[in-house]
Structure formats: structure tokens, C-alpha cells
């Protein structure tokens, strides 16, 4: 069965500090990978989505990017943190039945 | 661009019936599903329906399809304090490849015991 791999939980990080986000999908190969960001415990916003290594689609512009160093490695940085990129950060392939989304635990961040 | 909608809260007594209810305008939807996501964690998918398909039932839970008004609802039986969370619809009208999925803003269910 297919498992996804989000890390760290939390991370409490100061403005101004870079930003390392992993997800790892594993029991699957060439998925359809995406990182969301959730906003007050409800609303989801599309970050990113790649359909294969070494390809990124961004959907908003904004100070984070991504990158596909493997297969099933999905990398979510930054260079310099903002007081704004403070949020919880949620991992997700896509596949199987009903194509649909498969989350990762999440990751919340706080930039002080 | 399309947009899912849902009502923020729900509470119910331990032991009812829940009915979240949902609405889209996405009329080329292909797949609606149903997450759910307790306090911390992230969305688990519950279930999900096939747009050509009116109902489907996975045990406690019932999912209810009207193509023509683009209404899906969720009806859990006998609910449980352990079905407290938020739960969330979303569609997408692809079948493969990328997923543009579109979700609601989620419906706070309350068990009451």
C-alpha cells in the first residue's frame, strides 16, 4: 500500500531563515505530487504540483518554491522567511482509485 | 472559476444521523470526494463517488449524488464523539494525469455526547 511522509511536524523558525519542508511518497511509482497550504483550519491553497521529476508548476507567486530531486522526494523551500509564510503546509499525491489526493500529516509553521 | 460550498458548523447528538451537506458549480465534475481532518492532523479521504453515480454506501456512511441541482451530501449513521472534525468536499473534473481539485471551506461537525 502506498504511505506518504511529511516532516518535520512543527517548526518554529525566525523571519529572515531559510525553510526546508520533505514529503516522501513510497509504494507508488511517478506520482503526481502537491503541496497546499491550509489557512486558518479551513481554506486549502494549491502551492505547487509536479508531474514528474524535475517539473514544477507553481499556482500563486509567492516567496516559497519547489523541487523534484526524485521520484517520489518532494522538496518545499525557501530562501528567506516571511511572517506570512506562517501556516500549515500539507503534502499530497494523487492516483489509485478515484484519482483522488492522499495527504501527508502536515507540517506547522510558525515564523516569529 | 468553480467554487464548492459548504456550511461552516454542525452539531449533533451522539447516536443521530449527521448530514454535511455541499454544493458546486463545476458542472464537467468527474470525481466529488469527502475528507475528513481531526485537529492537527492532516485530510483523510472517506470516500468518494464517481460522477456517474447517484449513491454509494461504505458502512456507516452513506454518500448522495443530485447531478442536476450540483449537490453531494455526506450522512454518517449513529455518529460517534470519534466523528468530531472537519470535513471537507471537493471535485475535480479530471480522470487522470494532474488533479485540479477544488475543495469547500469545510464543515465543523460537534458530537455532542
Not at chain 1, 506520482?31 to 494549491?46: F, V
Not at chain 2, 471537493?90 to 465543523?108: C, D, I, L, M, R
Request: aromatic share 10%.
Amino acid at each position: 500500500s502506498q504511505t506518504i511522509h511529511q516532516w518535520p511536524a512543527t517548526l518554529v523558525q525566525p523571519v529572515g531563515s531559510p525553510l526546508s519542508l520533505e514529503c516522501t511518497v513510497e509504494g507508488t511509482s511517478n506520482p503526481n505530487l502537491y503541496w497546499y497550504r491550509q489557512a486558518a483550519g479551513r481554506g486549502l491553497q494549491l502551492l505547487f504540483y509536479s508531474v514528474g521529476i524535475g517539473q514544477i508548476s507553481s499556482e500563486v507567486p509567492q516567496n516559497l518554491s519547489a523541487s523534484r530531486p526524485q521520484d517520489r522526494q518532494f522538496i518545499l523551500s525557501s530562501k528567506k522567511l516571511l511572517l506570512s509564510d506562517s501556516g500549515f503546509y500539507l503534502c499530497a499525491w494523487s492516483g489509485g482509485e478515484g484519482m483522488a489526493l492522499h495527504f501527508g500529516n502536515g507540517t506547522r509553521l510558525t515564523v516569529t | 472559476g468553480e467554487d464548492v460550498e459548504q456550511s461552516l458548523f454542525l452539531s449533533v447528538r451522539e447516536g443521530d444521523s449527521s448530514v454535511i451537506n455541499c454544493t458546486y458549480t463545476d458542472s464537467s465534475s468527474t470525481y466529488l470526494y469527502w475528507y475528513k481532518q481531526e485537529p492537527g492532523a492532516g485530510l483523510q479521504l472517506l470516500t468518494y463517488i464517481f460522477s456517474n453515480m447517484d449513491m454509494k454506501q461504505d458502512q456507516r456512511l452513506t454518500v448522495l449524488l443530485n447531478k442536476k441541482d450540483k449537490h453531494l451530501s455526506l450522512r454518517i449513521a449513529d455518529t460517534q464523539t470519534g466523528d468530531s472534525a472537519i470535513y471537507f468536499c471537493a471535485e475535480t473534473p479530471n480522470s487522470g494525469g494532474y488533479q485540479k481539485v477544488t475543495f469547500g471551506t469545510g464543515t465543523k461537525l460537534q458530537v455532542i455526547p
